[in-house]
């Protein structure tokens, strides 16, 4: 069967079924009291709860310092969790059909933006996403993500271990939805053809209820790899490594996605026990670099609870997609509606937005598509120590010979 556009958006959703922005701020020092500006979420709460959580812990100490000429954000999020199709749809549709919610601000879980990625369009509303996780967060006009996302993030991933001296690296990766599926393989073709190196082995499988991939895993070791390259979650992840220790495999250098940059991965007894490097491609500042020093602050005054295994990346998203949607509100002259919100958001005037937690400058704007996140920056758990430590340097689309990847018309 062709693979097109509609198909995989079809069979997703049956498959899924700030310091620098202060001085927007008004109200004399108080808390804000006018019309609320208001604005929504869709999140999957227990796999991606960071980002929607810190875009409010955000907005509400935006709010307390006086909102926006006085009038505080309200941002209102709606559970949808992963597999749930139908709660996604109807937080979008409640979010559209209210007219004053004039924007999608954090929103995260799986196939999101596959499913309502089109009647974002057609209500003309953008979303500042936070993490972006299917395809279509990156491919669409309305949609710009704060995070790079899983297909250039694994990308990255791969090109650290073939930078490193792999000359056969394994590939093992658990997909949720077709767009996801084709990325990877799309992936695959392309790091192939920019450095040469061909993988040993590729596990590209759908999704496990039980999480269990130590089979295909297994099958990779069969090849002679030289390390291994994962693509999950923090679970997933600490499990595959797992294997490699049971299979006796301790010594093999492993890269795994942002989405295992927290500070508990480490910790996991099975990474723990690995002898080999474990390295990451980190999508956004590293936790020690001081960039991050306001959101640090925003955690230690109490406007964020952050649970243990919150990814730190996906928190960052949280507060850079609240933190653009204010700039945004920055340069929009006269009344704030969904219009205006999305005209400005879609136009050049407020971008780029700088923030040094991006490794370059961040846009939404006019595009087509919106890659807008491209860059990593290295880190690694040495040996038994229990922490991830930067090493850098930032890396760039360009100096990894990305491509974007482009859906099948």
Request: charged share 15%; proline share 6%.
């Amino acid at each position: 069967m062709r693979i097109t556009k509609k198909v995989i958006a079809v069979a997703a959703v049956a498959g899924v079924a700030a310091l620098a922005l202060t001085g927007c701020a008004g109200g004399g020092g108080g808390a804000a009291t006018g019309t609320p500006i208001k604005v929504a979420a869709i999140s999957d709460t227990k796999s991606f709860p960071e980002a929607a959580q810190v875009a409010k812990g955000y907005f509400d100490r935006y709010n307390a310092a006086g909102g926006f000429n006085g009038r505080p954000i309200e941002l209102s999020i709606t559970d949808a969790p992963t597999g749930d199709a139908a709660a996604a749809v109807t937080g979008a549709t409640d979010a559209i059909n209210n007219k004053d919610v004039v924007a999608m601000v954090g929103s995260s879980t799986f196939g999101e933006c596959a499913i309502n990625h089109a009647a974002y369009e057609a209500a003309g509303m953008v979303s500042y996403t936070g993490v972006g996780v299917d395809l279509f967060c990156f491919t669409t006009p309305n949609v710009a993500a704060a995070n790079n996302g899983p297909f250039f993030d694994i990308y990255a991933t791969a090109w650290n271990a073939i930078k490193d001296g792999s000359k056969a690296p394994c590939f093992v990766a658990n997909y949720a939805t077709p767009d996801a599926q084709f990325a990877y393989d799309q992936v695959i073709v392309n790091i192939e053809a920019a450095t040469g190196v061909k993988f040993a082995a590729v596990q590209n499988v759908a999704n496990k209820p039980d999480n269990n991939y130590a089979p295909e895993v297994i099958s990779a070791l069969s090849a002679n790899c030289d390390a291994m390259v994962f693509g999950g979650v923090h679970p997933v992840d600490a499990a595959m490594i797992g294997t490699l220790n049971e299979q006796g495999a301790t010594d093999i250098p492993v890269y795994v996605q942002t989405s295992a940059y927290d500070a508990a991965f480490p910790l996991e007894p099975a990474v723990q026990a690995h002898k080999g490097k474990i390295s990451v491609p980190a999508e956004l500042a590293t936790q020690d670099d001081p960039a991050n020093e306001d959101m640090n602050k925003l955690i230690a005054d109490g406007f964020v609870t952050p649970g243990d295994t919150w990814s730190y990346s996906f928190m960052q998203t949280g507060y850079l997609a609240a933190q653009s949607f204010i700039l945004a509100l920055g340069k929009i002259e006269g009344d704030i509606t969904r219009e205006s919100v999305t005209k400005v958001s879609q136009s050049d005037a407020p971008w780029p937005n700088d923030n040094k937690m991006w490794g370059n400058p961040w846009k939404f704007g006019p595009g087509a598509t919106h890659q807008a996140n491209s860059s990593t920056y290295l880190a690694e758990i040495a040996p038994g120590s229990g922490v991830w430590t930067s090493k850098g340097p930032w890396l760039q689309a360009a100096e990894m010979k990305w491509t974007d990847i482009v859906l099948p018309q």
